[in-house]
């Protein structure tokens, strides 16, 4: 199947320069393999996303959990006379 359709492919990009000899082609593909980068384009920034706000949940957690605990332990120190 890959060998007519790289004659294809061929074929194609030798009407196009013969209509237009310095037209760029740089990637030629079928509409079918357009779609699939479209696709897996999408899925990496839904992906991504996930990733991004689950980081930036536990972050928060962190944060909202050991900013308060470490606040308070020095003034724990300091009232038993330790330093």
């Known amino acids: 199947m890959r060998s ?8 194609v990009l030798y009407a196009a320069r013969s209509l237009r000899g310095n037209l760029a082609l740089l990637q030629p593909m079928t509409q079918q393999d357009q779609f699939d980068a479209g696709i897996s384009e999408e899925r ?9 706000r689950e980081s930036l949940a536990i972050c928060s957690i962190g944060l909202i959990v050991g900013l ?12 038993r006379g330790a330093v």
């Open 4 to 11: 007519w359709l790289g004659d294809l492919v061929k074929d």
């Open 44 to 52: 990496l920034v839904e992906v991504l996303w996930m990733i991004l």
């Open 68 to 79: 308060p605990l470490s606040i308070r332990r020095p003034a724990l120190r300091m009232s």
